[in-house]
């Protein structure tokens, strides 16, 4: 097992039509404004960016974002990340009952020197944090689809 790699998952029943939910994902920059552990996002150009994420652990992570594929079409958001944590993320909203299904997956490898080092101790907690984050994005999202 190598202990810096994670793979992530978590699937989100919404309650919007998934045009409306692949709009709201593909403006990264507005994360901010309603996923309170995505600190800042600043665009650097059309299909690049800086995001920095912080969830209840005390340590913030920054990446650079890279986007390999946007497909409204498939519903599909794909980017690549380098920074703190090396991988690639995507999100895929498919119609789900009385709204959109928005589904995460993330493979990553932590590149902070901090992390790596407590990596074996600190995994369960780090995977952790992450669910949390997730879960606190969930309900950031659900908020604001309801203001839209």
Excluded: C
């Excluded at 309650?15 to 996923?35: N, S």
């Excluded at 493979?107 to 369960?124: C, F, Q, S, T």
């Amino acid at each position: 097992m190598e202990w810096n790699h994670y793979r992530f998952l978590s699937v989100w029943p919404l309650p919007a039509p998934p045009a409306i939910v692949y709009a709201a994902l593909e403006r990264a920059e507005d994360y901010p404004r309603w996923w309170p552990q995505v600190r800042a996002v600043t665009r650097l150009d059309d299909g690049t960016g800086v995001i920095t994420i912080r969830s209840a652990l005390p340590y913030a992570l920054t990446s650079t974002v890279r986007e390999t594929r946007r497909d409204p079409a498939a519903g599909v958001l794909e980017v690549t990340l380098s920074g703190d944590i090396d991988g690639w993320a995507r999100w895929t909203v498919t119609p789900g009952g009385p709204g959109a299904l928005a589904r995460y997956d993330q493979e990553v490898r932590v590149r902070k020197p901090l992390l790596r080092r407590l990596a074996v101790p600190g995994r369960p907690l780090f995977r952790l944090n992450h669910r949390l984050m997730m879960r606190a994005g969930r309900r950031g999202l659900l908020r604001h689809l309801e203001a839209v």
